[in-house]
């Protein structure tokens, strides 16, 4: 398991994103609970944002590629809208130990 962030580090409603020995990762808290994906848009295996951390859409409810525009929920990366609907983001395994959030690559 290796150290991705403290728990406080993101903001309700908001995403960051990490990178960890070449892998990218996202995550996104959402109604108090910490999702983490990588950060790899099933459509054509590229990374999701253009800008540093903005991963979310307009109202912060979905996931969402910059390139073409894809939709993923949050709370489980289903794509419902784009060109990779019915595919998925990767979830990335975590634990949280007190503060740390914990992750397995
Ligand atoms: S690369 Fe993400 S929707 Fe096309």
């Avoid at 406080?8 to 892998?23: N, R």
């Avoid at 949050?74 to 609907?85: A, F, Q």
Wanted: aromatic residues 12%; hydrophobic residues 35%; contains cysteine.
């Amino acid at each position: 398991m290796q150290f991705l962030c403290k728990f406080s580090d993101i903001e309700e409603g908001c995403a960051k994103g990490f990178e960890i020995e070449g892998t990218r990762l996202l995550a996104v808290k959402y109604r108090g609970e910490l999702y983490v994906y990588e950060n790899s848009c099933p459509h054509r295996s590229i990374p999701l944002e253009w800008q540093p951390d903005q991963f979310l859409d307009y109202d912060k409810t979905f996931i969402q590629c910059a390139t073409h525009g894809a939709l993923f929920k949050i709370d489980s990366g289903e794509c419902i809208s784009g060109p990779c609907v019915e595919d998925r983001l990767n979830s990335v395994t975590f634990t949280r130990e007190g503060e740390d959030i914990l992750v397995e690559l």
